[in-house]
């Protein structure tokens, strides 16, 4: 059978790049961290490539961008001291201008609203209270049952532990389960645990980098989603309206 025409037991949502476009304040706080290591600011569009697998691995890869042999790119050392004041200048930052630019995709209310009352989460790589502040600032926290952090988690994404950290209490089959994400950590980890995958093309990575992956489906929208997974009865309502 189809999985679309097949009930869903859950959705499970990544956050940046799916749900909300976050990337100027990410890389605003991002450049905050490269000045206060004496470092000059990047392209946000270029640090925006760098996001998907925590803060510590984005800073981790913005400090080293243009710090190793001849200003090549380089993966700065876990160890390297200057990680700390970075780390600390991007929390500290962040977590005051988390919503200064960051919005909703259009589409993200009507479409979770469209999907009935299926649960929902939201496992992300993002520090939880960050994420959890994000949601409900735009008004999308009621929708869900739990956001995961990935520092709320032993493994996050592409480890299908984070999904099973959102799917905890609920008695779903992995089958039965929707993952939504821009990222390979998302559809990896679908994979992982057996669930269905939907690769979002208007997110944070190239299209052509899910393409390979083979989700389930690639879609260029939110309402896309709706249109594929919604109760019948809201599809008629929508076609006819």
Not at 89 to 106: K, M, Q
Not at 176 to 193: E, F, K, P
Request: with cysteine.
């Amino acid at each position: 059978m189809d999985h679309t025409q097949r009930p869903v037991g859950a959705f499970i949502f990544d956050l940046d790049g799916t749900l909300v476009d976050s990337r100027r304040d990410i890389a605003a706080a991002t450049n905050v961290a490269r000045a206060a290591v004496g470092l000059a600011p990047l392209d946000g569009n270029l640090l925006c490539g760098y996001v998907g697998d925590g803060v510590m691995l984005l800073l981790r890869r913005a400090l080293g961008h243009d710090t190793g042999p001849g200003g090549a790119p380089v993966l700065l050392d876990a160890a390297d001291p200057r990680l700390a004041p970075a780390h600390a200048a991007y929390i500290e930052h962040y977590g005051r201008h988390l919503l200064d630019n960051t919005r909703s995709y259009e589409g993200a209310a009507a479409t979770l609203r469209a999907l009935g009352d299926v649960p929902m989460m939201v496992a992300t790589n993002k520090p939880g209270a960050f994420s959890r502040a994000i949601v409900a600032g735009l008004g999308l926290d009621g929708y869900f049952r739990r956001v995961v952090g990935g520092d709320e988690v032993t493994a996050r994404k592409p480890d299908p532990a984070h999904l099973r950290a959102c799917l905890e209490g609920l008695d779903v089959a992995p089958r039965d389960v929707v993952v939504v994400g821009d990222s390979a950590n998302d559809i990896l980890a679908a994979r992982a645990l057996g669930a269905v995958a939907v690769g979002c093309a208007w997110g944070l990575n190239p299209r052509e980098e899910l393409r390979a992956l083979q989700p389930d489906h690639l879609i260029e929208s939110l309402p896309e989603l709706a249109a594929l997974y919604a109760p019948p009865r809201d599809r008629g309502r929508r076609e006819t309206s």
